[in-house]
């Protein structure tokens, strides 16, 4: 099963670069694109930041839609 990595997907529908979301999270981008590989996981408080970041746009996102 191929799951989509709607954080991924988000970011590119935004225009934003790995950058920016590392930014938001307060991480540098390696452990950023580490993370959005799925090689490391988002810790909780980062998974917040995200949804609430990704929120603002894709009103209908929660936890559980955006990360499971």
């Known amino acids: 099963e191929v799951k989509i ?3 991924q997907a988000y970011r590119k529908a935004l225009k934003l670069k790995q950058y920016d979301i590392a930014k ?3 991480i540098s ?3 950023y694109s580490k993370k959005e590989r799925k ?3 988002f810790t909780d408080i980062e998974k917040v930041k995200l949804l609430n ?6 009103s ?3 936890i559980d839609s955006l990360f499971f």
């Open 60 to 62: 209908n996102e929660t």
């Open 5 to 7: 990595n709607k954080v």
């Open 39 to 41: 090689e490391t996981p």
């Open 53 to 58: 970041h990704f929120k603002q746009y894709f």
């Open 29 to 31: 981008v390696v452990m």
């Open 24 to 26: 938001i999270l307060g």
